[in-house]
């Protein structure tokens, strides 16, 4: 600490000229002066000199003043609670106070000098110094606390040390905060005890959560297995040596036995004698290695029924690992096997004849080739087709349809040897399936073939079906087979086509699959493509032949379609109208020929030459039979505008088998508005004048067949002649077609007939070629 500034005495001179100069500024002092010299002088000696004194008595004042302050300052600063600390850049002590010194625990004279940093612990000198250095660079107040080496004790010491006013020195303010330090060290020990003793509590609170929850689960767990006991499921309890310890209601429920009436007894109670003793020897064996069984048991319940339950088995065991209780569960279900099995039924079992049905035979058909595949056993596969079944479900109706069906399938069923397989597809078709007939192909073709004939002969026995005696037949087709080369599906398309073969010779019979009409089979689809096509695309034309008189006049023309494809160039219609009729493509077909006729007709109608023709369109029997052909007709009539009387329609005879009262009401109408009949192919099929009666026919064809050998065959022309008389008879006119031979004609127009078509007269040729040659006459 600095002394402060001692008062300075003032020089007497210095005085002297102060007060004189004080002295002039003091008018009530002049006042007073004598006139005198001498007095005024010692007047104003006197008055200097009071000024003097005063003046040194203020001056004393002032220093009195000053040093009281200086040791209240000094007092303040030594004995202030706080050390006061002045360093130089160094960090040597300059100055310390009373309490520094204290602090340090040190006298102060052995301080001033000394590094402060000395004082502190090793690891707190150097923030003392970055600090102080911080200070002395005018970084302001630096606030730290370090640890100080005091005597044989440590103890905190907080430091504010700024830079001072002349900025050579720092200077510092230094406070032990020991105690404080020790209160927070203290705080924090509590503090971490506290959250000690809080993760205690916490984990303690835990561990009483975890327990509470173990026995809720525990409680749960009793209370579950109290439900789980009375469920619907049946239950009891026997111990080790399978007595009966407790049932639960669904036990009582499904068995009828109350718990009194079983506890204490074996469960061989419930014995139906359905099993036998290899059954219980094998749920026990499962039992005794792996504590528990599962199956389907047939029990006997105490009113005696038989019923099938889902048993499940478990053996309990105690904390040695000895069986102590046997615990059954079971299920009744004879009400749900039942109805898996109604299932099964309807998945696998045609309702109506109870025989395998198509999915059935697949399966075994899978089945069949994977056993031939190994054995190399021959097997056979046969397709039966009932013949003309469909007339019978027409005319007698649909439930005796079904009573035939099931006879069928029993008669099927006794035709074969237990372990084949009879099936029905779906209507009147059916398959059997011939396993292991012989490893030779042969001997496996003929014994199929004695099954076939002996299937053929059986189900032509007559039938009684409700009142009706009925006798049917049926077409079969027969393939075999070995090994799985041939695909499941492959198999039943080539019995389906050697089934068709059969109906194709006539029904009733029987035949073997063969490679070549498969071919045939083959051909036939791709014509069908074609022909869809050929609608789509127009790839028709027609062709017209003269129909001339007996004066070499034309009179009309025959309309005949021509397919010209595009790969195979011109095809028949003798190869491609059969097809149009099976398909029912011959509906579109027969539209547009009927279509392309009226066009042409009323093309001609503009010209004499041709206005007066009249043009003969064939019709198919599919096209008669529609319900609305006569609108058809008319419709189309109507769109080409064109006189109906010039339109004459090819009916052939094979048609006029079904249905003809229909036919007979469908010409009539058409008759009416002026369209004409012919009767196509006449004399080959079954003509009956009783019908040909009712016709509105305008014209009979002999067909060509009678007219090709009409020179060399004599009953070709008794036929011919025949036909004209009674064409003539009936008051119709007569054709003939397939006139090639001049000698033909002459025949026929000496025996009456003078219509004529035929290569003699024109092949049948494009429109423009026939216009040509009609010009020509
Ligand atoms: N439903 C429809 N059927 C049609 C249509 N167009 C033809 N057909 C029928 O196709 C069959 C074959 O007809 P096509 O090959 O045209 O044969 C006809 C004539 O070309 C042939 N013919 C005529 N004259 C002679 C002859 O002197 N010699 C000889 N070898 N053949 C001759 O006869 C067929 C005429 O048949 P038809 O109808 O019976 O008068 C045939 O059955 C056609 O009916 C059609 O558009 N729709």
């Given at each position: 600490?600095?002394?402060?500034?001692?008062?300075?005495?003032?020089?007497?001179?210095?005085?002297?000229?102060?007060?004189?100069?004080?002295l002039?500024?003091?008018?009530?002092?002049?006042?007073?002066?004598?006139?005198?010299?001498?007095?005024?002088?010692?007047i104003?000696?006197?008055q200097?000199?009071?000024?003097?004194?005063?003046?040194?008595?203020?001056?004393l004042?002032?220093?009195?003043?000053?040093?009281k302050?200086?040791?209240?300052?000094?007092?303040?600063?030594?004995?202030?609670?706080?050390?006061?600390?002045?360093?130089?850049l160094?960090?040597?002590?300059?100055?310390?106070?009373?309490?520094?010194?204290s602090?340090?625990?040190?006298?102060?004279?052995n301080?001033?000098?000394?590094q402060?940093?000395n004082?502190?612990?090793?690891?707190?000198?150097?923030?003392?110094?970055?600090?102080?250095?911080?200070?002395?660079?005018g970084?302001?107040?630096?606030?730290?606390?370090?640890?100080?080496q005091?005597?044989?004790?440590?103890?905190?010491l907080?430091?504010?040390?700024?830079?001072g006013?002349?900025?050579?020195?720092c200077?510092?303010?230094v406070?032990?905060?020991?105690?404080?330090k020790?209160?927070?060290?203290?705080?924090?020990?509590?503090?971490?005890?506290?959250?000690?003793?809080?993760?205690?509590?916490?984990?303690?609170?835990?561990?009483?959560?975890?327990?509470?929850?173990?026995?809720?689960?525990?409680?749960?767990?009793?209370?579950?297995?109290?439900?789980?006991?009375?469920?619907?499921?049946?239950?009891?309890?026997?111990d080790a040596?399978?007595?009966?310890?407790?049932?639960?209601?669904?036990?009582?429920?499904i068995?009828?036995?109350?718990?009194?009436?079983?506890?204490?007894?074996s469960?061989?109670?419930?014995?139906?004698?359905?099993?036998?003793?290899?059954?219980?020897?094998?749920?026990?064996?499962?039992?005794?290695?792996?504590?528990?069984w599962?199956g389907?048991?047939?029990?006997?319940?105490?009113?005696?029924?038989?019923?099938?339950?889902?048993?499940?088995?478990?053996?309990?065991?105690?904390?040695?690992?000895?069986?102590?209780?046997?615990?059954?569960?079971?299920?009744?279900?004879?009400?749900?096997?039942a109805?898996?099995?109604?299932?099964?039924?309807?998945?696998?079992?045609?309702p109506?004849?109870?025989?395998?049905?198509?999915?059935?035979?697949?399966?075994?058909?899978?089945?069949?080739?994977?056993?031939s595949?190994?054995?190399?056993?021959?097997?056979?596969?046969?397709?039966?087709?009932l013949d003309?079944?469909?007339?019978?479900?027409?005319?007698?109706?649909?439930?005796?349809?079904?009573?035939?069906?099931?006879?069928?399938?029993?008669?099927?069923?006794?035709?074969?040897?237990?372990?084949?397989?009879v099936?029905?597809?779906?209507?009147?078709?059916?398959?059997?399936?011939?396993?292991?007939?012989?490893?030779q192909?042969?001997?496996?073709?003929?014994?199929?073939?004695?099954?076939?004939k002996?299937?053929?002969?059986?189900?032509?026995?007559?039938?009684?079906?409700?009142?009706?005696?009925?006798?049917?037949?049926?077409?079969?087709?027969?393939?075999?087979?070995?090994?799985?080369?041939?695909?499941?599906?492959?198999?039943?398309?080539?019995?389906?086509?050697?089934?068709?073969?059969?109906?194709?010779?006539g029904?009733?019979?029987?035949?073997?699959?063969?490679?070549?009409?498969?071919?045939?089979?083959?051909?036939?689809?791709?014509?069908?493509?074609d022909?869809?096509?050929?609608?789509?695309?127009?790839?028709?034309?027609?062709h017209?032949?003269?129909q001339?008189?007996?004066?070499?006049?034309?009179?009309?023309?025959?309309?005949?379609?021509?397919?010209?494809?595009?790969?195979?160039?011109?095809?028949?219609?003798?190869?491609?109208?059969?097809?149009?009729?099976?398909?029912?493509?011959?509906?579109?077909?027969?539209?547009?020929?009927?279509?392309?006729?009226?066009?042409?007709?009323k093309?001609?109608?503009?010209?004499?030459?041709?206005?007066?023709?009249?043009?003969?369109?064939?019709?198919?029997?599919?096209?008669?039979?529609?319900?609305?052909?006569?609108?058809?007709?008319?419709?189309?009539?109507?769109?080409?505008?064109?006189?109906?009387?010039?339109l004459?329609?090819?009916?052939?005879e094979?048609?006029?088998?079904?249905?003809?009262?229909?036919?007979?009401?469908?010409?009539?109408?058409?008759?009416?508005?002026?369209?004409?009949?012919?009767?196509?192919?006449?004399?080959?099929?079954?003509?009956?004048?009783?019908?040909?009666?009712?016709?509105?026919l305008?014209?009979?064809?002999?067909?060509?067949?009678?007219?090709?050998d009409?020179?060399?065959?004599?009953?070709d022309?008794?036929?011919?002649?025949?036909?004209i008389?009674?064409s003539?008879?009936?008051?119709?006119s007569?054709?003939?077609?397939g006139?090639?031979?001049?000698?033909?004609?002459?025949y026929?127009?000496?025996?009456?007939?003078?219509?004529?078509?035929?290569?003699?007269?024109?092949?049948?040729v494009?429109i423009?070629e026939?216009?040509?040659?009609l010009?020509?006459?």
């Amino acid at each position: 600490m600095k002394t402060p500034a001692k008062s300075t005495k003032l020089s007497s001179k210095t005085l002297r000229r102060r007060a004189e100069a004080q002295l002039k500024t003091q008018t009530e002092i002049k006042q007073t002066i004598p006139s005198d010299y001498a007095a005024k002088k010692m007047i104003h000696e006197l008055q200097v000199h009071q000024i003097e004194l005063e003046m040194q008595n203020e001056e004393l004042k002032q220093a009195r003043i000053a040093e009281k302050l200086h040791y209240r300052y000094t007092e303040l600063f030594e004995f202030a609670p706080i050390g006061y600390f002045s360093f130089n850049l160094k960090g040597v002590i300059n100055q310390v106070n009373l309490r520094g010194a204290s602090l340090l625990d040190i006298e102060r004279a052995n301080l001033v000098g000394k590094q402060f940093s000395n004082c502190l612990t090793a690891q707190d000198r150097n923030k003392f110094n970055r600090c102080l250095a911080k200070a002395f660079a005018g970084d302001g107040i630096q606030s730290f606390e370090v640890l100080a080496q005091v005597g044989k004790h440590k103890c905190w010491l907080n430091i504010e040390a700024n830079l001072g006013i002349t900025e050579t020195d720092c200077l510092a303010a230094v406070i032990d905060i020991t105690d404080r330090k020790r209160a927070d060290e203290e705080l924090l020990f509590q503090n971490d005890e506290k959250g000690k003793r809080t993760d205690e509590l916490v984990i303690a609170n835990k561990e009483l959560f975890f327990q509470n929850a173990e026995k809720e689960k525990r409680v749960g767990e009793l209370r579950v297995a109290a439900t789980v006991f009375e469920t619907q499921e049946g239950m009891f309890v026997t111990d080790a040596n399978l007595c009966i310890l407790r049932v639960n209601k669904a036990f009582t429920n499904i068995s009828g036995y109350s718990g009194e009436e079983v506890i204490g007894q074996s469960p061989k109670l419930f014995n139906s004698g359905r099993q036998d003793k290899a059954f219980y020897k094998e749920m026990w064996n499962s039992i005794n290695t792996t504590d528990a069984w599962r199956g389907e048991v047939s029990n006997r319940s105490k009113s005696g029924d038989i019923y099938a339950k889902n048993l499940t088995i478990t053996a309990v065991r105690d904390g040695k690992g000895v069986v102590s209780n046997y615990v059954a569960t079971f299920r009744d279900i004879t009400t749900s096997k039942a109805a898996s099995e109604k299932i099964n039924n309807l998945a696998y079992f045609d309702p109506l004849t109870q025989l395998p049905n198509r999915r059935m035979l697949l399966d075994s058909l899978r089945h069949v080739l994977t056993i031939s595949a190994r054995s190399n056993q021959h097997c056979a596969l046969l397709f039966l087709d009932l013949d003309n079944f469909k007339t019978l479900n027409d005319t007698l109706g649909h439930d005796v349809g079904d009573l035939l069906l099931q006879q069928v399938a029993t008669r099927l069923t006794d035709c074969v040897r237990e372990g084949d397989i009879v099936a029905r597809l779906g209507g009147d078709e059916f398959v059997v399936l011939l396993e292991n007939l012989s490893l030779q192909a042969i001997e496996a073709a003929n014994k199929a073939k004695k099954v076939a004939k002996k299937i053929i002969f059986e189900l032509a026995q007559y039938y009684q079906l409700n009142m009706h005696r009925y006798h049917s037949t049926t077409s079969i087709g027969v393939t075999i087979f070995s090994g799985n080369e041939t695909g499941i599906e492959e198999l039943l398309k080539q019995a389906d086509i050697a089934m068709y073969q059969s109906k194709a010779a006539g029904r009733n019979t029987w035949h073997f699959f063969n490679k070549t009409m498969q071919e045939s089979i083959i051909a036939r689809a791709d014509m069908e493509r074609d022909l869809r096509k050929a609608i789509e695309d127009n790839q028709f034309q027609l062709h017209y032949q003269a129909q001339v008189s007996s004066s070499g006049q034309t009179l009309g023309a025959e309309a005949l379609i021509r397919w010209q494809h595009p790969e195979r160039g011109q095809v028949s219609p003798f190869n491609f109208i059969p097809l149009a009729e099976e398909t029912g493509l011959i509906l579109p077909i027969g539209q547009w020929v009927l279509d392309s006729a009226c066009a042409q007709l009323k093309a001609w109608q503009k010209n004499p030459l041709t206005q007066d023709l009249v043009l003969a369109v064939n019709i198919s029997a599919k096209q008669l039979h529609q319900e609305d052909f006569v609108e058809q007709v008319k419709a189309t009539l109507k769109r080409h505008d064109i006189n109906p009387a010039r339109l004459k329609l090819e009916l052939t005879e094979s048609m006029l088998v079904e249905n003809i009262s229909d036919i007979i009401t469908k010409m009539n109408i058409l008759s009416k508005i002026g369209i004409s009949f012919s009767l196509d192919d006449f004399g080959t099929g079954y003509s009956s004048l009783q019908y040909l009666k009712k016709l509105p026919l305008n014209q009979i064809k002999i067909d060509q067949s009678f007219v090709r050998d009409l020179i060399t065959d004599a009953s070709d022309r008794a036929i011919v002649r025949t036909i004209i008389t009674m064409s003539h008879s009936l008051d119709i006119s007569v054709i003939a077609e397939g006139v090639e031979t001049v000698e033909e004609r002459q025949y026929l127009l000496d025996n009456g007939c003078t219509h004529y078509q035929g290569y003699l007269f024109s092949k049948p040729v494009p429109i423009n070629e026939f216009e040509v040659l009609l010009k020509k006459g």
